[in-house]
């Protein structure tokens, strides 16, 4: 990514809801809505591709690294059959493989501990990217509830609603519901696909709620 993960991530993070929520008074709210939400979909979206790719480098050094210990086991065997063979000159050659072998693991386990490290925090990105995106999404419904009860209340000396606030109720809603609805995870191709994957990140989250409340009850003495 251009901008780094945690000064990109951090600012999206960091960034008052109650920013948007006053923008909204003084700025089109489709272009600030739309720009924001942008911002923390794009941010997800690298953050997967990110993630994506150190898994798949996790599982091939994994990989290698099961080869190597499964060469290092058959090398001994076969120092064994050269010893009792007399064969020392391929029981050298064998040892030295295996000593080859030792020298390289130390350093592919440190990869894949990196690896898990950094897979742990890619995901804590997403996570509290997610929570941001909810407490935009909260912050906003707010907000109109808001705007409604001041359309409903400011009225004309006719005692009819003002066009001023009416409109602006409307204008807000109306854009906030069609970016809302339109800000699926990066290349989703339908609207169907959308609906599984908010489904399944709502089903992942309460899980993961349902687990916390679970430890934190058996923690409680009696």
């Not at 720009?35 to 990989?63: F, H, N, P, W």
């Not at 001041?150 to 003002?162: E, I, K, L, R, V």
Request: charged share 25%; proline share 2%; hydrophobic share 40%.
């Amino acid at each position: 990514m251009a901008e780094g993960y945690i000064t990109r991530i951090g600012r999206l993070i960091s960034a008052s809801a109650n920013t948007l929520v006053d923008s909204l008074e003084n700025v089109a709210p489709q272009m600030v809505m739309e720009q924001t939400i942008r911002e923390i979909d794009d941010a997800m979206s690298d953050v997967r591709q990110q993630l994506g790719k150190v898994e798949a480098a996790r599982y091939l050094s994994t990989k290698g690294l099961n080869n190597d210990n499964a060469k290092h086991a058959e090398l001994q065997d076969q120092i064994d059959v050269a010893i009792n063979a007399g064969r020392d000159d391929l029981a050298e050659a064998a040892i030295a493989r295996q000593m080859d072998i030792e020298a390289m693991i130390p350093v592919v386990e440190k990869s894949i501990a990196d690896a898990d490290a950094e897979i742990i925090e890619l995901n804590s990105y997403i996570q509290a990217l997610q929570a941001k995106k909810r407490e935009m999404q909260s912050m906003v419904d707010e907000y109109v509830k808001a705007a409604k009860h001041s359309a409903q209340s400011g009225t004309d000396s006719n005692g009819a609603p003002t066009s001023n606030a009416t409109d602006k109720v409307e204008n807000a809603t109306s854009a906030f519901n069609r970016i809302m609805n339109n800000a699926g995870a990066p290349g989703v191709s339908s609207n169907a696909d959308a609906a599984k994957l908010a489904e399944l990140e709502t089903l992942a989250r309460n899980n993961r709620i349902q687990e916390r409340l679970a430890k934190a009850k058996s923690e409680v003495k009696p």
